[in-house]
C-alpha cells in the first residue's frame, strides 16, 4: 500500500501537530524505507530489477527484517522512543507507533505477503498485490478515501479552511498513487510502451520507489500545511 499510509499520517498530523508532518509521514512508511536500506544491504533484494518489467503483481522480494511480525514490535519500540525524545511527549511517541502498526495493518489487506518471521513461518497477511492486485488496489482506494473524508471532515469542524486548489492538490496526489498503480497492476511500462530492452547495470526498481516515497512526502509537506482558520 502506498497512499493509504501516507493519508494516515495526516490524520495523525491533525491531531498532535507537535509531532509535526514529517515524523507522522516517516512514521507511516517506515517499513517500506527500511525495506529500501535492507535492499541496498542486500538483505531483501527486490526484483525485477528493471523498472520498466515491474508490476505490482510481479514484485517479489521477501521483506523479513522490515515487514514480519516480529521485526515489527522493534520498530514499533524505536519509533516510540524517538517520538518520545524528540517531542518530549509519550502521546506523540504512541500515535507514531500506532502508524507503524497501522502499516501493517493495512498490508495484511493490501500489500506484499509478509510473515511471522521468514518464508518458513506463518503468513501474515493476505498478500493481495501477488494474487488479487486488483483488490488489492480496490481495498487501497477506498481506505484512503475513507481516510481523507475523514482528515477533511474534522477539518471543516474545527474551522479549517482550505482554497479549492489546495485540497484538489492534495487529493490529487493520493489519485496518482492510486491510478499509477492501476497502470502497472500486471502491465509492465515496457509492454505498455514497448519499450526495447536495455541494460543499465544496475537496479533501477529501488531508487525509482525512493524517488516516489521522498517526492510524495515533500509534495505533502508543501500543501498539507497551507490552511487558515475562522
Same mark, same amino acid.
Request: overall charge neutral; glycine content about 6%; charged content about 15%.
Given at each position: @500500500?502506498?497512499?493509504?499510509?501516507?493519508?494516515?499520517? #495526516?490524520?495523525?498530523?491533525?491531531?498532535?501537530?507537535?509531532?509535526?508532518? #514529517?515524523?507522522?509521514?516517516?512514521?507511516?512508511? #517506515?517499513?517500506?524505507?527500511?525495506?529500501?536500506?535492507?535492499?541496498?544491504?542486500?538483505?531483501?533484494?527486490?526484483?525485477? %530489477?528493471?523498472?520498466?518489467?515491474?508490476?505490482?503483481?510481479? @514484485?517479489?522480494?521477501? @521483506?523479513?527484517? $522490515?515487514?514480519?511480525?516480529?521485526?515489527?514490535?522493534?520498530?514499533?519500540?524505536?519509533?516510540?522512543?524517538?517520538?518520545?525524545?524528540?517531542?518530549?511527549?509519550?502521546?506523540?511517541?504512541?500515535?507514531?507507533?500506532?502508524?507503524?502498526?497501522?502499516?501493517?495493518?493495512?498490508?495484511?489487506? $493490501?500489500?506484499?505477503?509478509?510473515?511471522?518471521?521468514?518464508? %518458513?513461518?506463518?503468513?501474515?497477511?493476505?498478500?493481495?498485490?501477488?494474487?488479487?492486485?486488483?483488490?488489492?488496489?480496490?481495498?487501497?482506494?477506498?481506505?484512503?478515501?475513507?481516510?481523507?473524508?475523514?482528515?477533511?471532515?474534522?477539518?471543516?469542524?474545527?474551522?479549517?479552511?482550505?482554497?479549492?486548489?489546495?485540497?484538489?492538490?492534495?487529493?490529487?496526489?493520493?489519485?496518482?498513487?492510486?491510478?499509477?498503480?492501476?497502470?502497472?497492476?500486471?502491465? $509492465?511500462?515496457?509492454?505498455?510502451?514497448?519499450?526495447?530492452?536495455?541494460? #543499465?547495470?544496475?537496479?533501477? $526498481?529501488?531508487?525509482?520507489?525512493?524517488?516516489?516515497?521522498?517526492? @510524495?512526502?515533500?509534495?505533502?509537506?508543501?500543501?498539507?500545511?497551507?490552511?487558515?482558520?475562522?
Amino acid at each position: @500500500m502506498l497512499a493509504g499510509h501516507y493519508a494516515t499520517a #495526516l490524520v495523525a498530523y491533525q491531531k498532535y501537530p507537535k509531532g509535526t508532518l #514529517l515524523y507522522f509521514l516517516i512514521a507511516s512508511q #517506515l517499513q517500506d524505507f527500511l525495506w529500501f536500506i535492507f535492499h541496498y544491504l542486500k538483505l531483501e533484494r527486490t526484483t525485477p %530489477d528493471d523498472v520498466f518489467d515491474t508490476t505490482v503483481s510481479n @514484485m517479489v522480494v521477501n @521483506m523479513l527484517y $522490515s515487514h514480519d511480525l516480529i521485526p515489527l514490535i522493534a520498530w514499533l519500540i524505536i519509533v516510540f522512543l524517538i517520538g518520545k525524545f524528540i517531542f518530549k511527549e509519550n502521546k506523540i511517541g504512541l500515535v507514531g507507533s500506532a502508524l507503524v502498526l497501522g502499516h501493517f495493518v493495512l498490508d495484511f489487506f $493490501s500489500g506484499h505477503p509478509h510473515h511471522i518471521f521468514g518464508l %518458513d513461518s506463518g503468513a501474515v497477511g493476505l498478500g493481495n498485490y501477488a494474487t488479487n492486485v486488483y483488490q488489492a488496489i480496490g481495498i487501497e482506494a477506498l481506505a484512503t478515501a475513507v481516510i481523507l473524508w475523514y482528515f477533511f471532515n474534522q477539518e471543516r469542524k474545527s474551522g479549517i479552511q482550505r482554497s479549492f486548489k489546495n485540497k484538489a492538490s492534495i487529493i490529487g496526489l493520493f489519485v496518482f498513487g492510486i491510478v499509477f498503480m492501476l497502470s502497472i497492476a500486471t502491465t $509492465s511500462f515496457r509492454e505498455l510502451f514497448n519499450i526495447p530492452e536495455f541494460d #543499465l547495470g544496475f537496479n533501477t $526498481s529501488v531508487p525509482t520507489l525512493i524517488i516516489t516515497y521522498v517526492s @510524495m512526502i515533500v509534495y505533502l509537506k508543501h500543501f498539507v500545511p497551507k490552511f487558515s482558520t475562522k
